[in-house]
């Protein structure tokens, strides 16, 4: 203890403990003992007596007639900080104070004896004198708990920093004594019911509760550059008193919004700065809460949160507390106004609410807004404005160094308990982890332990004891875990294997170059500075292989986002639903650093139809104006179509917006005789005749062609002929050769080695003989045949009704009975009457 609680040694001896002789001199936080005792505590060379109890804080001892020798009088708050009762024995030594032992400054924060007192303001410069007077040349510990009497309340303060003159920082632990020159900041709980004003020399860092801020500490990783963005927005005006940002002219902000894709630690951050913040208690309200099926119930709602406020700034002015109100999904009630068509107006009503709060006539200056939103879009404009939620952090999905950081938060009790195996490499799992959110890396860390803690039970007894030395969480728990928890934002490996269900095999010269010419690109997107947004379209005929290829690139590019947007996955669904999955697929690569989509099939997608052509030109219009927005700053984009109608998406514009368009050709003889030769599923000599027969048929097809031939004449001889014990057989696979031809008319086809696929090209290249196209024609001569039929009713109808028409109008007809003329000339007049109307009707029907 030499050279900071004395510069010498000194006898330890044994004293009990005693309470003070009276209530008052509990207050004067002195310890008392029998004057003949108090020699043994004299400071050499003054007239101070100091005693060190327990090697715990230090005290000034004065005498007293009632104290018996070897006895020691402490108060409550003395014993207890010592841990001892009345009668207990504590070790107590005379304390000689070491040269420039005063202190320069003393953080102490109040609090009352009883809990429950009324509100009290407490003046910090009367209050200091006060203190200074009072426990001057007394020695001050840090965490030591003072008590004291003031204006009639009896109060406690409790030392939290305490610094020497000339000491930048204090060595622990922190002791010096009290001088006239001491500078006194005082602190205050809210929940104390304390209020100190007039503190105006000391920076009002009793905003914070914590002096020192380390965010793993707190639950938080991988936050460190947006925390301090939100520092010195939101907080570094309010650390300085009141009086500094009068004379600079500024106010405070009021509100900020913390935005970006869920589980990455918005509702987490906003909770832990209001934990942090020395204000009230932060109010945390969910948006829906908010609303009431009462007319004006929800308006009144909202002015409710400000109450407090209110009452607080009309009272104290600029030293009223801060109150912190948290919005967690705020887009739920302060959507843009004029947008919902509910016909009650009230998310409007909600909205003009909170902007007079905020920012209205009397605007409050003592309130922190922090809204929590996974939509930002959705917010109307008004409250993005300054003065309102001025201050706008986006919280993106996590680096490298901040997943290694939530991994450690999450895993540092398994470390501290021995549970973590030493092989666990979290530096490995961080890059392991690209696009996983906080919230999923907790995940991961739950099915890691779900995993070990498995091996503990045993499902046939559960009541076997449970070992708990042997619970090891290992690398290969962490790793099994990553199989289980996907990352919402990540790459999508099922999806894009399912595309490649046979994988990828050389398929010849021109695949390899479009391959490598598509990795080209993604190397593009990655360095590029200048291109943050590529496109590329692969187009060939149907079955070609343009999918497989995409997805191998997505795969091979080992970009965290990979996506695949198609037809399949959008069935039934209008044109305007398929726009928002569309429009949401890019919004949500917007969010990652490096991202590719894959548009398959975009012909699908368009719903076009080749007869009349049909096809959804909302869809159309909405890709093309995602093929040509660029991504955020910062982040990179490469988009992948594929198509089978190139002539079509050239058509409507499509083909213009991709920046580099690729043709995937069918297999030529030769790159057929190379798949085959990698299948290794035909005899050596055969090889060279099936790879001709199989020119110009796409590989997807060449695939089931071989599947079908495989199996065999009678069947079951798939697996000895894909493990190579045997091979297929060529008439075999003529037969399936003809039957996957789409028609088996021509007489080549009959014929069971001289059938040749090329032999059916000029056959099939007679169009009109194509059965889709037959179909067609008959369907439209029928329909043809149909409106004549109707046209010619039609007119047999309006033929009758013309001779009626006229007949009477003319009044040629006439009854034979009548006498005035003959049957004869009666059948010549009708006769007569039809011819001008048959005439007539010709007439209007040629000008009509």
């Avoid at 509100?119 to 510990?141: C, G, P, S, W, Y």
């Avoid at 707190?218 to 947006?226: M, P």
């Avoid at 600079?248 to 209001?274: E, F, S």
């Avoid at 001709?692 to 495989?710: Q, T």
Wanted: net charge neutral; proline share 4%.
């Amino acid at each position: 203890m030499a050279g900071w609680f004395g510069s010498q040694s000194y006898t330890v001896a044994t004293m009990t403990v005693t309470s003070t002789p009276s209530p008052d001199l509990a207050f004067t936080n002195l310890a008392y003992c029998s004057p003949s005792d108090l020699q043994s505590f004299a400071v050499p060379g003054s007239r101070l007596f100091l005693v060190n109890v327990g090697d715990a804080f230090v005290l000034s001892i004065s005498p007293h007639e009632s104290i018996r020798s070897k006895y020691i009088a402490l108060n409550a708050i003395h014993r207890r900080l010592a841990k001892v009762s009345n009668g207990d024995t504590v070790s107590v030594s005379r304390f000689v104070p070491p040269e420039n032992f005063n202190l320069a400054l003393l953080r102490v924060e109040l609090e009352f004896v009883k809990k429950g007192t009324k509100n009290e303001q407490v003046d910090a410069v009367h209050l200091a004198n006060q203190l200074r007077k009072r426990f001057v040349n007394q020695v001050m510990t840090a965490g030591q708990k003072v008590t004291f009497e003031y204006h009639g309340n009896n109060y406690i303060f409790t030392i939290n920093q305490a610094q020497l003159e000339g000491q930048e920082t204090s060595i622990v632990p922190e002791r010096g004594m009290i001088s006239n020159d001491t500078y006194f900041i005082f602190e205050a709980q809210n929940s104390s019911g304390i209020k100190i004003v007039n503190q105006r020399e000391a920076a009002s860092s009793s905003i914070f509760r914590q002096k020192e801020f380390n965010l793993q500490s707190l639950g938080i990783g991988g936050l460190s550059a947006e925390f301090a963005d939100i520092f010195r927005r939101a907080f570094a005006s309010r650390v300085f008193p009141p009086h500094v940002t009068n004379k600079l002219g500024i106010k405070h902000v009021k509100g900020m919004l913390l935005y970006g894709p869920p589980g990455t630690g918005k509702t987490l951050m906003a909770r832990q700065i209001g934990k942090m913040l020395n204000g009230k208690e932060p109010k945390i309200i969910n948006g829906p809460e908010v609303l009431s099926k009462f007319v004006g119930e929800t308006e009144k709602n909202v002015r409710d949160l400000f109450a407090d406020a209110e009452n607080d700034q009309r009272t104290c002015g600029d030293e009223s507390d801060l109150h912190v109100i948290i919005f967690d999904e705020i887009d739920a009630i302060c959507k843009s106004r004029g947008s919902t068509r509910d016909g009650t107006g009230v998310h409007d009503s909600i909205v003009n609410q909170l902007l007079t709060k905020i920012d209205g006539v009397e605007s409050l200056n003592n309130v922190l807004l922090i809204g929590m939103t996974n939509r930002k879009d959705l917010l109307d404009e008004a409250l993005l404005r300054p003065g309102r939620l001025e201050v706008q952090v986006e919280i993106s999905l996590p680096d490298e160094n901040g997943r290694l950081q939530i991994l450690q938060i999450h895993t540092n009790k398994m470390k501290e308990n021995s549970f973590l195996a030493p092989d666990v490499n979290l530096q490995e799992l961080a890059a392991r982890t690209k696009n996983y959110s906080g919230a999923e890396l907790e995940g991961v860390v739950k099915s890691a332990v779900s995993f070990a803690l498995n091996r503990q039970v045993s499902m046939d007894d559960l009541t076997k004891p449970v070992d708990e030395e042997n619970i090891k969480v290992t690398m290969d728990d962490f790793l099994s875990a990553l199989l289980e928890i996907v990352p919402a934002f990540g790459a999508s490996t099922d999806d894009l294997e399912r595309c490649r269900l046979n994988g990828m095999v050389y398929c010849g010269d021109r695949h390899k170059h479009i391959y490598q010419r598509a990795m080209l690109l993604v190397e593009q997107v990655k360095v590029s500075k200048g291109s943050p947004l590529v496109t590329c379209l692969l187009e060939g005929s149907s079955g070609s292989g343009k999918t497989a290829l995409a997805a191998t690139v997505g795969i091979d590019s080992d970009f965290p986002y990979v996506k695949i947007v198609s037809a399949e996955s959008m069935i039934g669904l209008h044109e305007s639903t398929k726009c928002a999955q569309i429009v949401k697929v890019f919004e949500d690569a917007y969010k990652s650093p490096l991202s590719i989509i894959i548009l398959d099939d975009i012909e699908r997608l368009l719903e076009y139809v080749a007869i009349g052509p049909r096809f959804s030109n909302l869809i159309s219009q909405t890709l093309l104006v995602l093929l040509k927005r660029l991504p955020p700053k910062g982040k990179k984009l490469l988009v992948l179509g594929t198509t089978s109608e190139v002539g079509f998406l050239d058509s409507v514009g499509i083909c213009d917006a991709f920046s580099v368009t690729y043709h995937l050709p069918s297999l030529k003889t030769d790159d057929a005789k190379k798949v085959l030769e990698q299948l290794n599923v035909f005899a050596e000599e055969d090889i060279s005749e099936a790879a001709e027969a199989l020119s110009d048929m796409p590989i997807k097809k060449l695939y089931m062609l071989i599947e079908m031939a495989a199996q065999g004449e009678q069947g079951g001889a798939a697996e000895a002929i894909f493990s190579g014990r045997e091979k297929i057989k060529l008439a075999h696979f003529y037969d399936c050769l003809q039957d996957v031809i789409r028609f088996s008319l021509h007489p080549l086809c009959h014929q069971t080695k001289a059938v040749k696929w090329q032999g059916h090209t000029p056959f099939l290249k007679t169009w009109w003989l194509k059965p889709h196209l037959m179909i067609g024609w008959l369907v439209i001569l029928s329909f043809f045949l149909l409106i004549s039929m109707v046209v010619y009713v039609a007119c047999l109808f309006l033929v009758a009704m013309e001779v009626v028409s006229l007949n009477k109008t003319m009044g040629f007809s006439r009854m034979v009975l009548d006498g005035s003329s003959s049957i004869q000339d009666q059948v010549s007049s009708e006769l007569k009457i039809l011819c001008k109307g048959f005439k007539f009707i010709w007439t209007r029907f040629r000008f009509s």
